[in-house]
Protein backbone atom coordinates (compact mmCIF):
# COMPACT_ATOMS: atom_id res chain seq x y z
CA UNK A 1 0.00 0.00 0.00
CA UNK A 2 1.60 3.54 -0.82
CA UNK A 3 2.54 5.37 2.30
CA UNK A 4 0.23 8.29 1.23
CA UNK A 5 -3.08 7.74 -0.83
CA UNK A 6 -5.75 10.85 -2.28
CA UNK A 7 -8.75 10.88 -4.44
CA UNK A 8 -7.62 11.39 -7.78
CA UNK A 9 -10.70 13.23 -8.55
CA UNK A 10 -11.32 15.17 -10.49
CA UNK A 11 -13.41 17.75 -8.66
CA UNK A 12 -15.19 20.38 -10.58
CA UNK A 13 -16.76 22.92 -8.45
CA UNK A 14 -18.34 26.49 -9.74
CA UNK A 15 -16.40 29.36 -8.76
CA UNK A 16 -17.21 30.78 -5.15
CA UNK A 17 -17.87 26.93 -3.76
CA UNK A 18 -16.00 26.14 -0.93
CA UNK A 19 -13.89 22.66 -1.43
CA UNK A 20 -12.58 20.12 0.67
CA UNK A 21 -9.71 17.53 -0.43
CA UNK A 22 -8.32 14.32 2.30
CA UNK A 23 -5.20 12.67 1.90
CA UNK A 24 -4.55 10.07 4.16
CA UNK A 25 -0.80 8.17 5.06
CA UNK A 26 0.05 4.95 6.26
CA UNK A 27 3.20 5.40 8.12
CA UNK A 28 1.75 6.78 11.82
CA UNK A 29 6.14 7.88 12.52
CA UNK A 30 4.90 10.63 9.66
CA UNK A 31 5.98 13.68 11.40
CA UNK A 32 5.66 16.67 8.58
CA UNK A 33 3.47 16.91 6.07
CA UNK A 34 2.92 20.17 3.07
CA UNK A 35 0.52 20.56 0.66
CA UNK A 36 1.70 21.18 -3.16
CA UNK A 37 0.11 22.67 -5.94
CA UNK A 38 0.83 22.11 -9.41
CA UNK A 39 -0.28 23.30 -12.45
CA UNK A 40 -0.83 21.48 -16.00
CA UNK A 41 2.79 20.65 -17.56
CA UNK A 42 4.53 22.95 -15.08
CA UNK A 43 6.87 21.63 -11.20
CA UNK A 44 5.18 20.93 -8.13
CA UNK A 45 5.07 24.02 -5.63
CA UNK A 46 4.69 24.54 -2.18
CA UNK A 47 1.46 25.81 -1.09
CA UNK A 48 1.32 25.41 2.67
CA UNK A 49 2.54 23.23 5.61
CA UNK A 50 0.56 21.11 7.84
CA UNK A 51 0.68 21.68 11.58
CA UNK A 52 -1.22 20.03 14.21
CA UNK A 53 -2.84 22.68 15.55
CA UNK A 54 -4.09 23.55 12.18
CA UNK A 55 -2.58 25.85 9.43
CA UNK A 56 -4.67 28.84 7.70
CA UNK A 57 -2.88 30.85 4.74
CA UNK A 58 -6.44 33.42 2.85
CA UNK A 59 -8.88 31.16 1.73
CA UNK A 60 -6.58 27.99 2.10
CA UNK A 61 -6.92 25.79 5.44
CA UNK A 62 -4.95 22.63 6.31
CA UNK A 63 -5.27 20.05 8.86
CA UNK A 64 -3.99 16.97 10.30
CA UNK A 65 -5.49 14.51 12.29
CA UNK A 66 -3.04 12.21 14.00
CA UNK A 67 -5.48 9.57 15.15
CA UNK A 68 -7.23 8.94 12.38
CA UNK A 69 -3.64 9.24 10.27
CA UNK A 70 -5.33 12.49 7.61
CA UNK A 71 -4.22 15.88 6.39
CA UNK A 72 -6.99 17.95 4.85
CA UNK A 73 -7.07 20.71 2.48
CA UNK A 74 -9.98 23.69 2.64
CA UNK A 75 -10.50 25.85 -0.27
CA UNK A 76 -13.16 29.13 0.50
CA UNK A 77 -14.65 31.06 -2.27
CA UNK A 78 -12.77 28.92 -5.08
CA UNK A 79 -11.31 30.54 -8.05
CA UNK A 80 -10.64 29.86 -11.53
CA UNK A 81 -7.24 30.40 -10.77
CA UNK A 82 -7.23 27.60 -7.51
CA UNK A 83 -7.74 24.88 -10.86
CA UNK A 84 -4.34 22.79 -10.68
CA UNK A 85 -3.45 19.42 -9.03
CA UNK A 86 -3.05 19.44 -5.39
CA UNK A 87 -0.50 17.03 -4.13
CA UNK A 88 -0.23 15.99 -0.11
CA UNK A 89 3.09 14.76 0.98
CA UNK A 90 4.24 13.10 4.13
CA UNK A 91 8.18 12.83 5.34
CA UNK A 92 9.54 10.98 8.95
CA UNK A 93 12.56 13.28 10.00
CA UNK A 94 15.10 13.72 6.93
CA UNK A 95 13.48 10.83 5.22
CA UNK A 96 12.95 11.26 1.38
CA UNK A 97 9.41 12.29 1.01
CA UNK A 98 6.89 10.46 -0.32
CA UNK A 99 4.44 12.17 -2.71
CA UNK A 100 0.42 11.54 -3.22
CA UNK A 101 -0.38 10.89 -6.90
CA UNK A 102 -2.31 14.40 -6.38
CA UNK A 103 -6.03 15.38 -6.62
CA UNK A 104 -7.05 17.28 -9.48
CA UNK A 105 -9.45 20.30 -9.35
CA UNK A 106 -11.29 22.58 -11.83
CA UNK A 107 -13.44 25.53 -10.91
CA UNK A 108 -15.95 26.60 -13.12
CA UNK A 109 -17.26 29.72 -14.20
CA UNK B 1 18.72 33.64 -7.37
CA UNK B 2 18.02 31.44 -10.66
CA UNK B 3 17.07 28.73 -8.38
CA UNK B 4 16.86 25.22 -9.64
CA UNK B 5 17.73 24.87 -13.31
CA UNK B 6 17.15 21.84 -15.64
CA UNK B 7 18.21 20.96 -19.46
CA UNK B 8 17.48 20.10 -21.64
CA UNK B 9 13.74 21.28 -21.54
CA UNK B 10 12.70 18.58 -24.23
CA UNK B 11 14.87 15.48 -25.62
CA UNK B 12 14.13 12.73 -27.42
CA UNK B 13 16.50 9.70 -27.66
CA UNK B 14 16.32 6.39 -29.34
CA UNK B 15 16.10 3.12 -27.54
CA UNK B 16 19.48 1.99 -26.05
CA UNK B 17 21.13 5.60 -26.59
CA UNK B 18 22.16 7.00 -23.51
CA UNK B 19 22.20 10.88 -22.11
CA UNK B 20 22.79 12.96 -18.92
CA UNK B 21 19.93 15.38 -17.85
CA UNK B 22 21.30 18.61 -16.04
CA UNK B 23 20.62 20.10 -12.37
CA UNK B 24 22.05 23.16 -10.55
CA UNK B 25 21.07 25.01 -8.34
CA UNK B 26 22.15 27.80 -6.19
CA UNK B 27 20.64 27.88 -2.75
CA UNK B 28 23.31 26.02 -1.33
CA UNK B 29 21.12 23.11 -0.33
CA UNK B 30 22.28 19.98 0.77
CA UNK B 31 19.44 17.87 -0.01
CA UNK B 32 18.84 17.20 -3.86
CA UNK B 33 16.50 14.54 -5.74
CA UNK B 34 14.78 13.93 -9.25
CA UNK B 35 11.61 12.59 -9.70
CA UNK B 36 9.93 10.73 -12.20
CA UNK B 37 6.22 11.90 -13.50
CA UNK B 38 3.92 9.69 -15.05
CA UNK B 39 0.07 10.02 -16.10
CA UNK B 40 -1.93 8.42 -13.12
CA UNK B 41 1.70 7.70 -11.37
CA UNK B 42 2.12 10.92 -9.34
CA UNK B 43 5.86 11.66 -8.59
CA UNK B 44 8.25 8.68 -8.24
CA UNK B 45 11.63 9.18 -6.37
CA UNK B 46 14.27 7.64 -8.48
CA UNK B 47 17.83 8.93 -6.48
CA UNK B 48 18.80 11.36 -3.63
CA UNK B 49 21.63 12.81 -2.24
CA UNK B 50 21.89 14.59 1.45
CA UNK B 51 25.29 16.43 0.31
CA UNK B 52 28.14 16.44 -2.12
CA UNK B 53 29.58 12.65 -2.00
CA UNK B 54 26.34 11.06 -0.67
CA UNK B 55 23.69 9.08 -2.95
CA UNK B 56 21.18 6.76 -2.48
CA UNK B 57 18.07 4.84 -4.25
CA UNK B 58 14.30 6.16 -4.17
CA UNK B 59 11.50 4.34 -5.32
CA UNK B 60 12.30 3.23 -9.24
CA UNK B 61 16.71 3.70 -9.45
CA UNK B 62 16.55 1.25 -12.32
CA UNK B 63 18.26 1.96 -15.25
CA UNK B 64 19.87 5.71 -13.51
CA UNK B 65 22.60 6.98 -11.96
CA UNK B 66 23.16 9.83 -10.63
CA UNK B 67 26.54 11.33 -8.41
CA UNK B 68 26.95 14.35 -6.15
CA UNK B 69 30.52 15.54 -6.46
CA UNK B 70 29.40 19.26 -5.63
CA UNK B 71 26.61 20.94 -3.25
CA UNK B 72 25.04 22.66 -6.37
CA UNK B 73 25.15 19.46 -9.27
CA UNK B 74 23.34 16.54 -9.23
CA UNK B 75 23.17 15.26 -12.89
CA UNK B 76 21.02 12.04 -13.76
CA UNK B 77 22.33 9.65 -16.32
CA UNK B 78 20.41 7.03 -18.58
CA UNK B 79 22.40 4.13 -19.14
CA UNK B 80 20.53 2.60 -21.84
CA UNK B 81 17.29 4.53 -22.73
CA UNK B 82 14.08 2.27 -23.19
CA UNK B 83 10.66 4.14 -23.90
CA UNK B 84 9.36 2.79 -20.12
CA UNK B 85 11.67 5.74 -19.63
CA UNK B 86 9.51 8.39 -21.67
CA UNK B 87 8.16 10.44 -18.82
CA UNK B 88 8.59 14.39 -17.12
CA UNK B 89 12.06 14.30 -14.83
CA UNK B 90 11.82 16.63 -12.66
CA UNK B 91 14.69 17.76 -10.16
CA UNK B 92 14.51 19.11 -6.92
CA UNK B 93 16.38 20.47 -3.41
CA UNK B 94 15.49 21.42 -0.25
CA UNK B 95 17.98 22.71 2.87
CA UNK B 96 17.57 19.82 5.63
CA UNK B 97 17.87 21.90 8.39
CA UNK B 98 15.22 20.95 11.49
CA UNK B 99 13.35 18.47 9.31
CA UNK B 100 12.28 21.40 7.35
CA UNK B 101 11.46 19.84 3.64
CA UNK B 102 10.08 22.85 1.65
CA UNK B 103 11.11 21.21 -2.17
CA UNK B 104 12.04 23.30 -4.71
CA UNK B 105 11.54 21.90 -8.16
CA UNK B 106 13.21 22.79 -11.35
CA UNK B 107 10.87 23.16 -14.15
CA UNK B 108 11.06 19.80 -15.48
CA UNK B 109 13.03 17.70 -18.99
CA UNK B 110 10.30 16.15 -21.35
CA UNK B 111 12.16 12.93 -22.27
CA UNK B 112 10.47 10.81 -25.04
CA UNK B 113 12.20 7.49 -25.59
CA UNK B 114 11.03 5.77 -29.01
Known amino acids: RKEVEQDPGPFNVPEGATVAFNCTYSNSASQSFFWYRQDCRKEPKLLMS???SGNEDGRFTAQLNRASQYISLLIRDSKLSDSATYLC??????????FGKGTRLSVIA | NAGVTQTPKFQVLKTGQSMTLQCAQDMNHEYMSWYRQDPGMGLRLIHY???????DQGEVPNGYNVSRSTTEDFPLRLLSAAPSQTSVYFC?????????????FGPGTRLTVT
Open chain 1, 50 to 52: VYS
Open chain 2, 92 to 104: ASSSVSGGAHEQY
Open chain 1, 89 to 98: VGTSGNTPLV
Open chain 2, 49 to 55: SVGAGIT
